[in-house]
């Protein structure tokens, strides 16, 4: 390129775009009535305001979920007493985020970048769009005398030129264009947030899983971290005596032995608790935590299960390996969950919801720690004339203190704060959770689809095979009555077939 030009050229900017406008689907009600009760509240809280859908759930089943949102909001809360989560409407809540300390970064962040397994970006308000970022780079080149573009003379020399070279496919999330493009302008100025909106199910779904759960308990990646948000001091207990454990032979849910320890802390006037499972990948050799009363003491282990009560009596939960690092979910060689009939046997944070929600800890069955006591009794007894200190810690953590009485009153203080958060029992309301979360993994039908767009199916039918990138799969669901993944559905279905949906009623 001849000089005479700009010896600099800016880069693309990346813009958040809106999709074609036209007729709302049913996620556009929602950005209106959203809008509508955030212009009702004061000016300050509007930042902190986030709103919750149920409009795609069925009439019958709006209570429950209302209890199902607010036992998931108030699990993943900071603040120190049970919030109910408020019906802003008759199908949305409103999450004032200030009454759980939940970070608006990290509530944002679930919708940008989704979670589980394989994150998909909220899919259901938002759209994922490709744009390539154009790279410049300016290189000092001789040019002979000669004239610039606009016919003015030069003499010979060096002079910058710039060559231009597109980069690789960058995903954007914007804005779905079947949403009301007005509405969401100002509902998104006013709350400060791209992610103003969410539907309901989806977030009871995603917002219990890693990689995001962590980070809506602001939360990092060790064990230190979640050790301050239970207010646990591990080790002033262990040197007090207030530390109980019971080795465990058979679990529902660890394949191997594995131990329990309960550490008292400062939540909840003192009342609070921090358990930790030590479990292995075997139960013989070095694994075997009854083979002397040294293994029934050590912290070695492969992975833990650690479970906090929060300051409003929910509890928290946290998966790690043998180093304390967190997990996104724990391998099956440590623990498995063949209970609940999640479409993974590993266990996720969800499962910790699953096992424990219905009574909070868990009480030990009898008849396994009497398999134990007398191995562990006699290992005490030789322990005893080795060191005095391992002998009178190991009583301390396995004799002084009964141990299902302790999981007994930790599980009614969290009967109790389930009961303040949903109006429900604690099974009535983790059961409840537990079927949505099934429910939602579950194979859509075309019928399913139809009702999650806002449609007919006879008018899903006749608009898919005109969609051009609609998902393969989501494509032969509609067209041959097979089911479709939900994953699939969220990648690049309902985003698809509700742009193509808008644009057919919009007459284009």
């Known amino acids: 390129m001849a000089p005479g030009g700009n010896v600099r050229w800016a880069a693309v900017a990346l813009v958040v775009a809106f999709g074609a406008s036209g007729a709302s689907a049913q996620p556009g009600r929602a950005v209106a009535d959203a809008l509508a009760d955030c212009l009702r509240q004061p000016a300050g809280a509007r930042p902190y305001l986030r709103y919750l859908s149920t409009e795609n759930v069925p009439a019958g089943d709006r209570a429950t979920w209302e209890a199902v949102v607010s036992l998931a909001v108030n699990s993943l809360s900071r603040g120190p007493v049970v919030a109910r989560v408020p019906a802003a409407t008759p199908t949305l809540l409103r999450v004032d985020l200030r009454d759980y ?49 606009d016919g003015r003379p030069y003499p010979a020399g060096y002079y910058p030129t710039r060559y231009r070279q597109k980069g690789a496919a960058k995903a954007l999330q914007a804005h779905g264009g079947w949403l009301p493009k007005d509405d969401l302008v100002t509902l998104v100025a006013m709350t400060e947030s791209e992610q103003p909106v969410y539907r309901a199910d989806w977030f009871a779904y995603y917002a219990l899983l890693e990689p995001r759960y962590h980070e809506l308990l602001a939360l990092g990646d060790k064990e230190d971290d979640f050790r301050k948000l239970g207010a646990a001091d ?73 479970i906090a009560s929060l300051k409003n009596g929910l509890q928290a939960y946290f998966l790690s390996d043998g180093k304390g690092n967190r997990l996104d979910r724990a391998a099956v060689e ?83 704060a389930v009961r303040q958060a949903t109006g429900l029992e604690s099974a009535a309301a983790a059961a409840a959770l537990t079927k949505f979360q099934k429910a939602y993994e579950s194979p859509l039908s075309a019928a399913d689809m139809a009702r999650e767009c806002g449609c007919s199916e006879k008018e899903l039918s006749a608009l898919v095979p005109r969609v051009a990138n609609v998902d393969s799969h989501v494509a032969a669901a509609v067209g041959a009555g097979r089911r479709a993944r939900r994953d ?19 007459g284009k």
């Not at 003192?270 to 292995?280: A, K, L």
Request: with cysteine; proline share 5%; net charge negative.
């Open 234 to 306: 591990e080790k002033a207990a262990d040197d007090e005596g207030a530390q109980a454990r019971g080795a465990v032979v058979f679990s529902e849910v660890a394949p191997n032995n594995r131990i329990l320890q309960r550490t008292p802390t400062l939540r909840l006037y003192g009342r609070g608790w921090y358990w930790r499972s030590f479990d292995f990948g075997s139960s013989v050799s070095v694994s075997d935590v009854l083979a002397s009363a040294d293994a029934a003491l050590s912290d070695r282990s492969d992975a833990h299960e650690i």
């Open 101 to 149: 300390k939940i970070p608006t970064t990290a509530w944002d962040r679930l919708g940008e970048l989704g979670s589980g397994r394989a994150p998909v970006p909220e899919p259901y308000y938002h759209r994922v769009t490709q744009t390539r970022e154009v790279k410049e780079e300016v290189r000092q080149e001789w040019w002979p005398a000669g004239t610039d573009k």
């Open 334 to 416: 440590v623990a498995r969950d063949t209970r609940n009939g999640f479409r993974s046997v590993e266990v996720e944070i969800r499962n910790c919801f699953a096992c424990h929600g219905p009574k909070g800890m868990i009480p030990v069955d009898d008849e396994v720690r009497a398999a134990a006591k007398q191995p562990l009794a006699a290992a005490a007894g030789v322990l005893k004339e080795k060191d005095a200190r391992q002998a009178e810690r190991f009583l301390e953590k396995y004799a002084a203190a009964p141990l299902d009485e302790l999981l007994k009153a930790d599980a009614l203080q969290y009967q109790q």
């Open 488 to 506: 699939q559905w969220e990648s690049t279905g309902f985003p698809a077939v509700m742009e193509a949906l808008t644009a057919a009623k919009g």
